[in-house]
């Protein structure tokens, strides 16, 4: 099956940092979301990018399909942004989700 | 508008119980996921629903679990004769369904239900 992988697995920034985050995944996909999940646990919609590039705020994403990667960039960290951001895949409808990093971004 | 609810937010249960998980997806979403998130597994997929077709339960551990949606709104996940390692937390989401087109796949998720079994 698909495999898709994060990195890094960790991330600790100081507010107002700039950071990337990378997925790749091993194999061609329909679509590719991005998440945040906040710390009660709720799976908060970033990015429905399954090319190209589209931003939000102070977050941007870039799909390269043809290459299988992803990336969501975070400008100007905040300390709302703490959590675990999770790229996910779709295989025939369902979603196969990444391990995830987790960011901590202190005051 | 609402989103995709769940409940109970917590279930704690004894070991060999049978347990009921519910979950609303948006109005008019025809697509319903379930996925469940352990510490050991991450985030994986269960059973899709997808109006009137089969649902695909390929991901579905084992035999104990089962899931049922009525009327192609709610759906009810059951596990039946808990183990401890049926602890977790049980994800629900929902999509306007492949017929609207590829935009209309992004899937929304409930809050969850965590399960406790002791």
């Known amino acids: 099956g698909i495999q898709v992988e994060q990195s890094p697995p960790d991330l600790i920034l100081q507010e107002g940092a700039n950071s990337t985050l990378r997925c790749n995944f091993s194999d061609s996909v329909n679509n590719l979301q991005w998440f945040h999940q906040n710390p009660w646990g709720q799976l908060i919609n970033l990015f429905y990018i399954p090319s190209g590039t589209k931003q939000n705020g102070r977050l941007s994403a870039t799909t390269v399909a043809t290459e299988r990667y992803s990336l969501l960039y975070i400008s100007s960290s905040q300390t709302t942004d703490s959590g675990v951001y999770f790229c996910a895949v779709v295989n025939t409808d369902k979603l196969i989700f990444g391990t995830g990093t987790r960011l901590q971004v202190f005051p | 508008g609402a989103g995709v609810s769940q409940s109970p937010s917590n279930k704690v249960t004894e070991k060999g119980k049978d347990v009921e998980l519910r979950c609303d997806p948006i109005?008019?979403?025809?697509?319903l996921y379930w996925y469940r998130q352990s510490l050991g597994q991450g985030l994986e997929f269960l059973i899709y629903?997808?109006?009137?077709?089969?649902?695909?339960k390929s991901g579905l551990p084992s035999d104990r679990f089962s899931a049922e949606r009525t009327g192609g709104s709610v759906s009810t996940l059951t596990i039946q004769r808990t183990q401890q390692e049926d602890s977790a937390v049980y994800l629900c989401a929902s999509s306007l369904g492949p017929r609207f087109g590829r935009i209309a796949n992004e899937q929304y998720f409930g809050p969850g239900t965590r399960l406790t079994v002791t």
């Open positions: 629903f997808q109006g009137n077709s089969a649902p695909d």
């Open positions: 109005s008019g979403h025809t697509a």
